[in-house]
């Protein structure tokens, strides 16, 4: 029997509340989604960035219905429970957050993320107080269905020019205030930050790995009170470095070396049937 939406929303809230940490990994396709499910996680994510690459896009060149249609071809391929990155929401106002939130459970999926960063250059982050409305507004929403939805609410800090530790922060405790059930904020510079951030919460706090010289390993990070890990578009930049070595070794060399250190279609369709 397929699980059901508030049985996965249930087993991603307990995933928060047992000791210790783990990792949620973010699958870009059906196919990846179904060999991290058979390689045993317990809950997957979608990268917002992963997810433009598919489309041949930069991140944040995604539409709503977009984002949506993905996250819900990732939800169709495993069991397991399914989060999304949201980014702020597709909209500026906190009822166009509210409407994100709504329509990512109808297509299945059980938790997601909304951000404090606006896309515009000039102003690259909402101030404080809209930001927190514009996550109470996605709490709200989420209180309101029919399962357990985890909300979790980003302070973009770190990637928006604003490296400011005790702003990223107050920002994080005021989501916190408003009701968000994970805390995140990505690109934290090393591990006296982590802790510094994880100490000053009561909620779960979300750390991405994928930004060269600032991934801490499992221990470290779970050291450091971090409960959910997760890894962005590193997999799928993972897999697109080996789609360069091979189609650069064929276009520059005319050899073919990469067939011999590939996966055989046979151990690939085991992930698929």
Known sequence: MPTSQHDKAVRFRALHEAPGSFVIPNPWDGASARILAGLGFQALATSSGAQAGTLGRRDGKVSRDEALAHSRAIVLATDLPVAADLEKGFGDKPSDAAETIRRAAEVGLIGGSIEDATGDKDKPLYDLATAAERVAASVKAARALAFPFTLTARSENFLRGNPDLADTIA???????????????????????????????????????????????????????????????SLYRAAMTGLLAAAREVKDKGTFVYVDTSVPTPELNGFLE
Do not use: H, W
Not at 184 to 206: E, I, Q, R, W, Y
Not at 213 to 229: C, D, H, N, Q
């Open 171 to 233: 920002r994080l405790q005021a989501f916190e205030q408003a009701g968000a059930d994970v805390l995140f904020a990505p690109g934290l510079p090393d591990l006296a930050s982590v802790k510094a951030v994880c100490a000053a919460l009561k909620k779960p706090f979300n750390f991405m790995v994928g930004i060269k010289g600032k991934s801490f390993t499992v221990a470290e990070l779970t050291a450091a009170g971090v409960k959910r890990i997760s890894l962005a578009t």
